[in-house]
């Protein structure tokens, strides 16, 4: 399964973006999807995830309440909406599948990549 992100970019802090996960060649409906993100430094950490059919969704505390992760499997396209963006955030974004077809924040858990977009919040 190969993995594209997108919309990742330069915004200021309290400003939004919409990150975007698509796959090459095979379909995201079978898939739980996760986004991570890393920033210089430090480890990579588990950002949120949806499950296969949408109906279950997981953040990790520090974007609960900014962040929200929806599927369109029509659009082939999972995404990121980013609020209330903070300086904190700045990362590279990724999106991943789980080699186990369930929601996890565990690096471990995930075979497939995609490469990354950056995000920065800066003024």
């Known amino acids: 399964l190969q993995l594209v992100e997108s919309g990742g970019g330069l915004v200021q802090p309290g400003g939004s973006l919409t990150l975007s996960c698509s796959a090459r060649?095979?379909?995201?409906?079978?898939?739980?999807i996760a986004w991570f993100r890393q920033a210089p430094g430090k480890e990579r950490e588990g950002v949120s995830c949806?499950?296969?059919?949408?109906?279950?969704?997981n953040y990790a505390d520090s974007v609960k309440g900014r962040f929200t992760i929806s599927r369109n499997n029509f659009k082939n396209t999972v995404s990121l909406q980013m609020n209330d963006l903070k300086p904190e955030d700045t990362a590279v974004y990724y999106c991943?599948?789980?080699?186990?077809?369930?929601?996890?924040?565990?690096?471990?858990?995930?075979?497939?990549w995609g490469q990354g977009t950056q995000v920065t919040v800066s003024s």
């Open positions: 949806i499950s296969m059919s949408g109906g279950s969704t």
């Open positions: 991943a599948a789980p080699n186990r077809n369930s929601c996890s924040f565990q690096v471990a858990d995930f075979g497939s």
């Open positions: 060649i095979l379909t995201l409906d079978y898939y739980a």
